[in-house]
């Protein structure tokens, strides 16, 4: 020191800076060797507050030679001294701060205010941002009924990942850490120790605003989580920074990590994953105290874990079961319809075999009546020459189907079978059909066309309703058939052609013959054989086996169950007219088809076949019937004797099947004959005695 000058006082050292901060039912006390300290809620703070009120920034405590002060970091809900908002102030040993509902006391260090508890009482140093959570509350006797919360909390909760994310955040909580990580044996992975650790994936990754994070694979230490899984061990790491232990993991020095603390999570004698939690900027802020809680709570995660697996599964096989029994209800209602359309089909097939049906292939219709009968029996005469062939019969008899029955049973099955209605299409369309035509012959004919004669050479040419074909078609036609050669329009050439004709019309050709509708030759042409097919009123008893028949094939066009046809319902469908034959019954069992369930009821049917059997009587029969000169009485008499009549004509005089047709007991049908003398008829030879004078009233 030069001579004669004044010594300068020393500044003292400024003293440390005492906070006792009391927050969400915990108290910490806090010594700071700074003159300066910022609280608020984010990481990079002096002092950390966890309340939800606190901003990232809130405020400053300055300590200078005048006295402590607090100045507000314009924070969104303000901090507030002994109650009242301020922006800057000096405090005093007996202020209260109040920031975002956390209770702060300041004072300089050697003005003790008698409170014993410091932050060395927490076995850890004097550290930078060390946030006041629920985790120093683990140490004291309300801390242990905090730590059962959370594990009640785990064992009530049964989704995976809300299970996964409550596990890591309440580690989070229970350690005081930044960050957590939960990391588990991929599904279908062997999590024996010594697996890959590749094998494990990050479920949860979660930081300490219980948020999660993203790209969890590289914000941890991999070669710490490996550790542990590998040896079961837990690992503990003060200044992971500096620990011999990780020198080797460039994981720890690239994250720049400090504490680190590392638990293994074992579910039934196996280590299964990894709960693992840090702190990139303190140092030492995991002490035994915190890796014994983490290890405890793991134990209890791993029991949540291994409950919420196992209700898991067995939901899984409940819906597996519930599955099951669908498919199961499924297939048993699939071969219960394919039973009832087997029995339906062995029905028809055993009504059939019933009766000598030919010695030709006619499954494709079906019929067991006197009248098919015959029909088969005359096909079975005609089927094998090639002589044309002229089926009759009203609209809707199955006349294609004869035609086919006839073309695919003979010689020419292997040639092709080519139809055509001649009633859909007018002249000039026609002729250019049947004959062909070739390119420009007319307007539109932008190129040449082989006609169906020529197509139909060697094999069979259907021609349907023949009657309708015009005179001056007709002339061409017969041309055809008389020289064995069609010629196009618009040719001059001619080609030869072999086909067995075979025609079709429901309107009587002789009757058009004698009118002049048709024409004489061409008739004789035609009408070499003919083939007489009876309308659906006249076979009766085909008429459940073709009912059955028409609906189960609906029912498999619609992929519909087949529903039951009961008696009554029979007994309507078999006393009804059909002036539309099987097309009209086969409309009418595609209807009933979409419209009923499993059974079909008589409200269903038409409301003409709901109507009854008087539909089906003759003109005078029915008028017959009718005519009862005003006795209601002698009405309903005439009606059952033409009903009852009606039925044993059908049945062969069989009184059974009468009475089932007519829906009725045998016994009911006995006494209705006995009542109208119909018993005394038939042993008679016939006479017909008058109902009204047998009623007697």
């Known amino acids: 020191m030069p001579h004669g000058s004044t010594p300068q006082p020393t500044a003292d050292p400024p003293r440390p800076m005492r906070l006792t901060v009391t927050e969400g039912g915990s108290r910490s006390v806090l010594s700071l060797d700074r003159t300066v300290v910022r609280l608020g809620r984010a990481i990079d703070n002096d002092v950390r507050l966890s309340g939800k009120l606190v901003s990232r920034h809130h405020c400053e405590i300055e300590m200078d030679d005048e006295g402590v002060w607090v100045t507000d970091l314009s924070s969104a809900n303000g901090t507030l001294v002994n109650g009242t908002r301020i922006d800057r102030c000096r405090l005093t040993v007996v202020d209260e701060l109040s920031v975002g509902g956390a209770r702060i006391q300041v004072e300089a260090e050697g003005e003790a205010t008698g409170d014993e508890v410091t932050i060395h009482a927490l076995g850890r140093s004097p550290a930078v941002g060390l946030a006041t959570c629920e985790g120093e509350e683990l140490a004291s006797e309300s801390g242990l009924h905090a730590f059962a919360r959370v594990t009640q909390a785990l064992l009530h909760e049964t989704n995976e990942m809300r299970l996964l994310r409550l596990?890591?955040?309440?580690?989070?909580?229970?350690?005081?850490?930044?960050?957590?990580?939960?990391?588990?044996?991929?599904?279908?992975?062997?999590?024996?120790?010594?697996?890959?650790?590749?094998?494990?994936?990050?479920?949860?990754?979660?930081?300490?605003?219980?948020?999660?994070?993203?790209?969890?694979?590289?914000?941890?230490?991999?070669?710490?989580?490996?550790?542990?899984?590998?040896?079961?061990?837990?690992?503990?790491?003060?200044?992971?920074?500096?620990?011999?232990?990780?020198?080797?993991?460039?994981?720890?020095?690239?994250?720049?990590?400090?504490?680190?603390?590392?638990?293994?999570?074992?579910?039934?004698?196996?280590?299964?994953?990894?709960?693992?939690?840090?702190?990139?900027?303190?140092?030492?802020?995991?002490?035994?105290?915190?890796?014994?809680?983490?290890?405890?709570?793991?134990?209890?995660?791993?029991?949540?874990?291994?409950?919420?697996?196992?209700?898991?599964?067995?939901?899984?096989?409940?819906?597996?079961?519930?599955?099951?029994?669908?498919?199961?209800?499924?297939?048993?209602?699939?071969?219960?319809?394919?039973?009832?359309?087997?029995?339906?089909?062995?029905?028809?097939?055993?009504?059939?075999?019933?009766?000598?049906?030919g010695r030709y292939d006619y499954t494709a219709i079906v019929g067991a009546s006197d009248g098919m009968r015959r029909?088969?029996?005359?096909?079975?005469?005609?089927?094998?020459?090639?002589?044309?062939?002229?089926?009759?019969?009203?609209?809707?008899?199955?006349?294609?189907?004869?035609?086919?029955?006839?073309?695919?049973?003979?010689?020419?099955?292997?040639?092709?079978?080519?139809?055509?209605?001649?009633?859909?299409?007018?002249?000039?369309?026609?002729?250019?059909?049947?004959?062909?035509?070739?390119?420009?012959?007319?307007?539109?004919?932008?190129?040449?066309?082989?006609?169906?004669?020529?197509?139909?050479?060697?094999?069979?040419?259907?021609?349907?309703?023949?009657?309708?074909?015009?005179?001056?078609?007709?002339?061409?036609?017969?041309?055809?058939?008389?020289?064995?050669?069609?010629?196009?329009?618009?040719?001059?050439?001619?080609?030869?052609?072999?086909?067995?004709?075979?025609?079709?019309?429901?309107?009587?050709?002789?009757?058009?013959?004698?009118?002049?509708?048709?024409?004489?030759?061409?008739?004789?042409?035609?009408?070499?054989?003919?083939?007489?097919?009876?309308?659906?009123?006249?076979?009766?008893?085909?008429?459940?086996?073709?009912?059955?028949?028409?609906?189960?094939?609906?029912?498999?066009?619609?992929?519909?169950?087949?529903?039951?046809?009961?008696?009554?319902?029979?007994?309507?469908?078999?006393t009804y007219a059909w002036p539309g034959n099987v097309r009209e019954l086969e409309n009418e069992m595609r209807r009933l088809v979409v419209l009923s369930e499993d059974v079909v009821s008589l409200d269903l049917l038409s409301p003409a076949i709901r109507r009854g059997p008087i539909e089906n009587a003759g003109p005078e029969e029915a008028s017959s019937v009718l005519d009862v000169g005003g006795d209601l009485r002698a009405a309903v008499a005439r009606f059952e004797c033409a009903a009852i009549r009606s039925a044993l004509e059908r049945s062969g005089a069989n009184k059974s099947r009468a009475a089932s047709e007519l829906g009725i007991s045998r016994f009911a049908l006995q006494r209705k004959l006995d009542k109208y003398g119909l018993t005394r008829e038939g042993a008679a030879g016939g006479s017909r005695a008058d109902p009204g004078e047998g009623d007697g009233g």
């Open 167 to 357: 596990i890591v955040d309440s580690a989070v909580r229970i350690a005081s850490a930044e960050r957590g990580f939960l990391l588990l044996a991929a599904e279908g992975d062997d999590p024996e120790p010594g697996g890959d650790i590749t094998e494990l994936r990050v479920r949860v990754a979660r930081s300490f605003e219980q948020s999660d994070i993203p790209v969890p694979a590289s914000r941890l230490s991999i070669g710490i989580a490996r550790r542990v899984f590998e040896s079961g061990l837990p690992i503990l790491s003060v200044d992971a920074g500096r620990d011999e232990r990780f020198r080797q993991m460039a994981s720890v020095e690239d994250l720049r990590l400090r504490s680190v603390l590392c638990v293994a999570i074992e579910i039934e004698g196996r280590v299964e994953g990894v709960l693992y939690v840090d702190n990139r900027l303190q140092e030492g802020v995991f002490n035994e105290n915190e890796l014994d809680q983490v290890e405890v709570f793991a134990r209890q995660a791993a029991i949540a874990i291994r409950n919420t697996r196992q209700i898991a599964e067995m939901r899984r096989q409940n819906e597996r079961l519930g599955h099951s029994r669908s498919q199961i209800a499924a297939l048993n209602e699939q071969l219960g319809r394919k039973v009832r359309d087997r029995d339906s089909e062995l029905a028809v097939v055993r009504a059939e075999l019933e009766r000598e049906r």
């Open 375 to 574: 029909v088969f029996e005359k096909l079975d005469r005609i089927t094998d020459c090639d002589l044309p062939v002229l089926i009759q019969g009203e609209s809707g008899t199955g006349k294609e189907l004869i035609a086919r029955a006839i073309h695919y049973n003979g010689a020419r099955s292997e040639r092709p079978f080519v139809g055509l209605n001649c009633a859909a299409l007018p002249d000039s369309l026609l002729e250019s059909e049947l004959f062909g035509h070739t390119r420009g012959a007319f307007t539109g004919a932008d190129r040449a066309k082989k006609g169906l004669i020529e197509q139909a050479d060697g094999g069979t040419l259907f021609l349907d309703e023949m009657g309708d074909m015009s005179t001056e078609m007709q002339k061409k036609f017969l041309r055809v058939l008389q020289e064995g050669e069609v010629r196009p329009l618009g040719s001059d050439r001619r080609t030869a052609v072999d086909v067995r004709l075979i025609a079709a019309s429901h309107r009587e050709l002789e009757e058009l013959v004698r009118e002049g509708g048709f024409r004489e030759d061409l008739y004789y042409r035609v009408n070499v054989l003919s083939v007489e097919l009876p309308p659906l009123r006249e076979r009766r008893d085909d008429i459940p086996l073709l009912a059955e028949a028409l609906l189960a094939r609906a029912s498999r066009e619609t992929g519909r169950e087949v529903p039951y046809l009961p008696h009554e319902v029979q007994a309507a469908l078999v």
